[in-house]
C-alpha cells in the first residue's frame, strides 16, 4: 500500500469523512460506486412489485399511499444515482448495466407479489430490514452518501408505518384477509433472512475496512430479529422456521439460509428476476424519447 | 445536456439555508420541479434556492500562517492569571 492510501486509510478508521473532490485511492472509489449503484439500483428495481398492485389496491386511500411510496423510492434512486454520478459513472451507464445483468439489485426485489398480504409484508418488513441497514449508513465515511441517507431514512419510516397499517388491517379483518398476511409471510421469510447477507465477519468484510459500511451483517439481522419477530409473533403470526428462538443472552438462533441459493437470486437466477428486468428494458425504451426531447430542447 | 444544481433548502421562517444535496436537470424550468418533489413535497422547506455547480466558487482552504490565535478562545488561557490575580487580592476560595 502506498503512503497516499496508507494515509487515507488512516483519516477514515479514525472517523474521518470524504467529500465528492476528495482525493481517493482507486479500490475505495470503485467499492464506494458499486455499493451505492446497488443501492440504486434496488430502489429502482424495488417499485416494480408495488407498481403492479396500484391498480389493485383495496381503496382509493391504499392507492394514494401506495403510489406515494413508490414516488419516494424513485427518489432515492435518483439520489443515489446523483452520488454515483459524481463518484464519476453517468446515470445511463449504470441503467445500461441494470438492464443488462451487469450490476445487481437486492435480492428481496427478485421475487413475485402473489396478493395484498405480499403489499403489507413487504412495505412493513422489507422497508423495517431496509432501514436498519441504512440507519448504519448515515456513519458512512463518504460523507454525501451519509447526508442523503438522512432524507431517505426519515421516508423509510413512513413506509413503515403504512405497512404496518395494512398487515394490522388484514390481521383485524375475516379470516381470509389473515390468511393473506400469514400465506405473505410464509413466502417472505426466507428472502428477509437473507436480506443482510451472508455473516461474514465484521474484521474480514472489506467494506466495513474502508468503514463504507459500519455494521457487520449478523449485527443487521439480529437487530432485526430482535425488533420484529416479537411484533410478529404479537398478532398471532407464525414464522416458518421452527429453530427460530431468542436465547437467554439475547442472541436469536435460525436456520441457515442458503447462501448460494442468495448468490443465485442476486445475479438474476430470482423467480421474477428476468420478468422485473425485462420490464425495466421496456420502461428504459418506452421513454427514451423523453428525456432526448429535454435533453436536446435544452440543448 | 443535463446540468448538476446544487439545492438549498430553509426548513422554517428564520433558519438559514442549509445544502439539502443535488439533483441533474437539464435546465432550470426542469430544475425546479425536480427540487419541488425532491426536497419540498412533504411540507419539509419553505423555500428552496437552486444553484447550478458551475457557479459555485468553494474555498476549502484556511491557511493560518501568523498563527492568529488571539481571534479565537483557544488564544487565550487566562486559568493562571486568574489564580495569581485571585492571590494578590486575597480571595481564594477555602
Known amino acids: 500500500m502506498d503512503a497516499r492510501t496508507a494515509e487515507f486509510l488512516e483519516h477514515i478508521q479514525s472517523g474521518g469523512l470524504v467529500e465528492t473532490g476528495d ?3 482507486d479500490e475505495y472509489r ?10 440504486a439500483n434496488s430502489e429502482l428495481m424495488g417499485v416494480l412489485p408495488e407498481r ?3 391498480l389493485r389496491a383495496p381503496t382509493l386511500q391504499r392507492k394514494l399511499a401506495l403510489t406515494a411510496k413508490i414516488q419516494d423510492e424513485v427518489g432515492h434512486a435518483q439520489l443515489l444515482y446523483r452520488v454515483v454520478e459524481d463518484l464519476g459513472k453517468p446515470r445511463d451507464a449504470c441503467l445500461d448495466d441494470l438492464i443488462a445483468g451487469r450490476s445487481k439489485f437486492h435480492n428481496v426485489f427478485h421475487y413475485p407479489t402473489r396478493t395484498w398480504g405480499d403489499v403489507g409484508v413487504i412495505a412493513w418488513l422489507v422497508d423495517a430490514a431496509a432501514i436498519i441497514s441504512q440507519k448504519a449508513l448515515l456513519k458512512c465515511s463518504y460523507a454525501p452518501y451519509g447526508r442523503i441517507m438522512r432524507k431517505i431514512c426519515w421516508e423509510e419510516s413512513f413506509h413503515i ?5 395494512v398487515v394490522l388491517t388484514l390481521v383485524t379483518g375475516s379470516d381470509a384477509q389473515r ?26 468484510d472489506p467494506m466495513v475496512h474502508w468503514r463504507i459500511k459500519s455494521q457487520a451483517n449478523e449485527d443487521a439481522r439480529q437487530q432485526f430479529l430482535e425488533g420484529y419477530v416479537p411484533q410478529v409473533w404479537e398478532l398471532g403470526l407464525t414464522l416458518p422456521d421452527a429453530k427460530l428462538r431468542r436465547r437467554d443472552d439475547g442472541v436469536w438462533e435460525y436456520t441457515e439460509p442458503d447462501w448460494e441459493r442468495l448468490m443465485a437470486v442476486v445475479s438474476g437466477h430470482g423467480p421474477a ?3 422485473r428486468l425485462a420490464f425495466r428494458r421496456l420502461s428504459r425504451a418506452e421513454v427514451d424519447w423523453v428525456s432526448r426531447t429535454v435533453l436536446a430542447e435544452a440543448a | 445536456m443535463a446540468v448538476v444544481f446544487e439545492v438549498f433548502r430553509r426548513e422554517r421562517e428564520g433558519a438559514a439555508m442549509q445544502h439539502a444535496g443535488s439533483i441533474s ?17 412533504r411540507g419539509e422547506s419553505e423555500a428552496l434556492w437552486l444553484v447550478p455547480r458551475d457557479a459555485v466558487h468553494e474555498i476549502d482552504e484556511f491557511v493560518d500562517e501568523f498563527d492568529l490565535k488571539y481571534r479565537r478562545v483557544d488564544g487565550y488561557s487566562i486559568k493562571e492569571r486568574l489564580k495569581e490575580a485571585r492571590e494578590r487580592a486575597g480571595t481564594v476560595q477555602g
Not at chain 1, 408505518?161 to 397499517?165: E, N, S, T
Not at chain 1, 428472502?191 to 474480514?204: K, S
Not at chain 2, 435546465?27 to 419540498?40: H, K, V
Open chain 1, 273 to 275: 428476476s428476468a420478468e
Open chain 1, 30 to 39: 470503485a467499492r464506494l460506486t458499486k455499493f451505492v449503484e446497488m443501492h
Open chain 1, 161 to 165: 408505518l403504512h405497512g404496518r397499517d
Open chain 1, 179 to 204: 390468511e393473506l398476511v400469514q400465506e405473505a409471510l410464509d413466502r417472505w421469510w426466507e428472502p428477509l433472512m437473507m436480506f443482510h447477507g451472508n455473516p461474514i465477519p465484521a474484521g474480514e
Open chain 2, 25 to 41: 436537470a437539464p435546465d432550470e424550468r426542469f430544475a425546479e420541479i425536480y427540487a419541488r418533489e425532491q426536497y419540498g413535497r
Open chain 1, 23 to 25: 482525493w481517493m485511492p
Open chain 1, 52 to 54: 403492479d398492485w396500484i
